[in-house]
């Protein structure tokens, strides 16, 4: 790799992480800024897929979405950019239409947190009514990942229902 390459690279890296903690601090705006000027220096899937989410943390779906689209034309194989179509399906309570999504996620290499897709489809399947496949969904969620409240607190709540 060519040292302008690898420049770009670090710049790339040093933005991304300071877009990240300003989302996560609430400075959405800037957060979008930097995370645009960490896909100049080097386009990522990751840095796609979190400037989606950024934008649909102000309620932008749709431009959160196309973002999610072109991580996935980057990558094919990162799983959250799946996963968070899904969830913005789900948000929007198009059950159906999140399915596939999170199914594809479950499909791709590049990808650490399957406890995701699992919780998702488990609160499909919960809303529709089909809450034995939501326990398992939630589950194996927790098998995936013991330590997710989320999907325990999911499982928790449905179960007291469910006997």
Not at 28 to 33: F, M
Not at 43 to 70: D, N, V
Not at 139 to 162: F, H, R, S, V
Request: aromatic share 18%; hydrophobic share 35%.
């Amino acid at each position: 790799m060519n040292k302008e390459k690898q420049k770009n690279i670090e710049l790339a890296s040093k933005f991304f992480e300071q877009a990240y903690h300003l989302q996560m601090s609430g400075h959405l705006d800037k957060a979008i800024y930097f995370y645009k000027r960490s896909i100049e220096f080097n386009p990522s899937a990751q840095a796609y897929t979190f400037l989606g989410w950024t934008y649909s943390l102000k309620g932008l779906t749709k431009k959160a979405i196309e973002h999610c689209m072109m991580a996935i034309q980057l990558d094919p194989e990162y799983g959250n950019a799946y996963n968070d179509i899904g969830a913005y399906l789900l948000e929007q309570k198009k059950l159906d239409a999140a399915i596939p999504w999170f199914e594809k996620a479950f499909r791709s290499t590049n990808y650490a947190n399957y406890c995701y897709p699992y919780l998702n489809l488990g609160k499909i399947y919960e809303m529709k009514g089909r809450w034995d496949l939501a326990l398992d969904y939630y589950a194996n969620a927790i098998q995936e990942n013991p330590q997710y409240e989320p999907a325990q607190t999911a499982y928790d709540k449905l179960a007291g229902k469910y006997n």
